[in-house]
C-alpha cells in the first residue's frame, strides 16, 4: 500500500490560516497582550480524570526524568503571571492522548491568554471580541445558558439533585452504553456532548456558565444564587454546536489546588486510569503569588475551521492524524 505523505489541508487553506494567525495576533497587540512561548514538556500533566496526558521519558541533567506533553499551556504561563508578566497570551502546541475525529485532533493549537484583574464577565466580552474578529460573518447575538437550566430545558432534570442511578440510566438510554460504573461527571458529560451540545451555538453564540463545582478543574468556586449550591465560575462558548472557548475565574489557591491534583488522581484510579504527575512548581508559583484574575483557552482549529467552513480540523491542518 502507498504511503499517503499528502497534507490534509490544501496549501491555499494554510495561507489563510496564516493570515487568521496573523489576526489573532493583531487583536492581541492592540490591547497591549505579551505573546509568550513556553515549553511543550513539563515535570506535571493534566490530572483531569477525563483527559489523558502523553508522556516520554527523558534525559536531563538529573538522569533518566518523565516528562509531560502540556494539554494546554496553562502551568507555565500561571508561573509567568507569578513572575510579573501581567497578561500575556500565547498561540501553544498541545497534546491529548485518544482524542481523533473531526473535531480532535491528538496535536493541536491552543489559543491561551490571561488577565490579571479581569473579572469573568470582562473575559466573556473579550473572547466574544475575539470570534467576531476572526469570523468573516457576524455568527449572532451572544445568549447566557445556565448549566443547570439547559439540562431542565432538553432533558427535563437537575443535573445538581437527580440520583446518580436515574442520571446513569438516562445516560444509557442516550448514549446506547453500559454506564452502571460511570461516575457522576462521566454521566453529564455524556448527556451533554449529546444531547444539549449540538443545539448550542445555533444562530448565535451561546455561553453556558455555572457548571458543576466538581468540574471546576483549576477554577473558583461560589455559591450558585437559586439554592446555594456550590457551582464553578467558569463558562464555555458554543457555536453551530462547537465548544471554542473554556475560561475560568482562576484559583490562586494553593493549598486548594494541590487537593484538587490529589483528589483528580484518586478518580483517575477509581476509573483504573493511571495517575499523573502533579505540577510542584505550579503549586510553587501559587504560593508565591499570582494575581487575580481570568483566563481562558480557545480552539483555535475549530475557530479556523468555522471561519473558513470546514467540515472538520484536518482541513486547516498541514498533517492532521489519520481518523480512521
Not at 511543550?40 to 500533566?45: A, R, V
Not at 437550566?149 to 446513569?168: E, I, K, S
Request: charged fraction near 25%; hydrophobic fraction near 40%; proline fraction near 6%.
Amino acid at each position: 500500500m502507498p504511503i499517503d505523505w499528502q497534507p490534509t489541508a490544501d496549501i491555499e487553506t494554510l495561507r489563510e490560516r496564516a493570515r487568521l494567525l496573523s489576526e489573532i495576533r493583531a487583536f492581541f497587540a492592540a490591547r497591549d497582550v505579551l505573546e509568550v512561548e513556553t515549553p511543550i514538556l513539563g515535570h506535571g500533566g493534566s490530572t483531569d480524570p477525563h483527559l489523558d496526558s502523553l508522556s516520554l521519558e527523558a534525559t536531563t541533567p538529573n538522569g533518566g526524568e518523565r516528562l509531560w506533553l502540556q494539554t494546554s499551556p496553562e502551568f507555565h504561563m500561571k508561573r509567568l503571571l507569578a513572575a510579573g508578566s501581567g497578561p500575556i497570551f500565547q498561540l501553544a502546541r498541545s497534546f491529548r492522548d485518544g482524542e481523533v475525529g473531526r473535531r480532535h485532533n491528538l496535536e493541536f493549537t491552543m489559543l491561551e491568554w490571561y488577565r490579571p484583574g479581569f473579572a469573568l464577565e470582562a473575559l466573556i466580552e473579550e473572547c466574544e471580541a475575539l470570534i467576531r474578529h476572526v469570523l468573516p460573518a457576524d455568527p449572532g447575538p451572544l445568549r447566557r445558558r445556565r448549566y443547570r437550566g439547559l439540562f431542565r430545558d432538553v432533558l427535563g432534570l437537575d443535573p445538581f439533585t437527580t440520583p446518580l442511578a436515574d442520571l446513569r440510566q438516562r445516560a444509557e438510554q442516550i448514549g446506547g452504553l453500559a454506564m452502571h460504573d460511570a461516575d457522576r461527571d462521566g454521566c453529564l458529560d455524556l448527556l451533554m456532548s449529546l444531547a444539549i451540545e449540538p443545539g448550542l451555538g445555533q444562530g448565535g453564540l451561546d455561553v453556558v456558565v455555572d457548571y458543576p463545582a466538581s468540574q471546576a478543574a483549576l477554577a473558583r468556586k461560589r455559591l450558585d444564587a437559586e439554592d446555594g449550591v456550590e457551582v464553578a465560575a467558569r463558562f464555555e462558548i458554543y457555536l453551530h454546536g462547537l465548544e471554542l472557548a473554556n475560561g475560568y475565574d482562576e484559583l490562586t489557591d494553593a493549598a486548594e489546588q494541590g487537593e484538587r491534583f490529589a483528589d483528580d488522581n484518586r478518580q483517575r484510579q477509581a476509573l483504573g486510569k493511571p495517575g499523573v504527575d502533579i505540577d510542584r512548581r505550579l503549586i510553587a508559583a501559587l504560593e508565591a503569588g499570582i494575581p487575580a484574575g481570568s483566563g481562558v483557552a480557545l480552539g483555535v482549529d475549530r475557530l479556523i475551521q468555522l471561519a473558513l467552513g470546514k467540515a472538520s480540523v484536518a482541513e486547516v491542518m498541514a498533517f492532521a492524524m489519520p481518523c480512521c
